[in-house]
């Protein structure tokens, strides 16, 4: 992987863009589906939902260039996304609805983008604009650089 003369943010770039097409190739299906399938009215929100979606797709897949830049083998990334992903999607509020939930738990899940997420198609949903989530999807979108940051900075080719 690093015997090419390119830099380490061009692989992770290229892997982003790649990764990037795969995961709106399986967004838009799904929300096709859920339309066509489910008789879901997406109603003014659907481009306001899709608009959140982007900025989650790339904070996860920055978050998946940080994970592969501490992953010391090929046998890491199993583990790692499974006490990684399933912890933070419960503090950010996606398996338990917030208000279920302890105020420190609560407040615990600011520091993942699923409850920026979660807080911003709250507040589509209830009829809110676009305006009023910017905040939301600027950290989300941070989250994704520093993810991608931290990937970079530590990227090395695995141990076969």
């Given amino acids: 992987m690093f015997t090419q003369p390119v830099k380490e943010w061009q692989i992770v770039l290229g892997n982003l863009i790649g990764n990037m097409t795969l995961g709106l190739m399986q967004l838009i299906p799904i929300m096709i589906v859920l339309k066509i399938a489910f008789e879901l009215s997406w109603g003014r929100e659907f481009w306001a939902l899709s608009l959140i979606l982007f900025a989650f797709l ?44 302890p105020e420190i738990v609560n407040r615990l899940g600011n520091i993942v983008p699923q409850k920026w997420v979660m807080d911003a198609s709250e507040k589509i949903l209830q009829g809110k604009s676009i305006d009023e989530i910017l905040i939301n999807l600027v950290v989300i979108l941070m989250f994704g650089i520093a993810f991608s940051t931290f990937g970079v900075k530590f990227l090395k080719p695995l141990n076969e």
């Fill in 58 to 101: 790339i904070a996860t897949l920055g978050l998946g260039v940080g994970l592969a830049g501490i992953m010391k083998n090929k046998f890491n990334p199993m583990l790692l996304t499974a006490t990684v992903v399933v912890p933070s999607s419960i503090l950010g509020g996606s398996f338990i609805p917030k208000s279920m939930m």
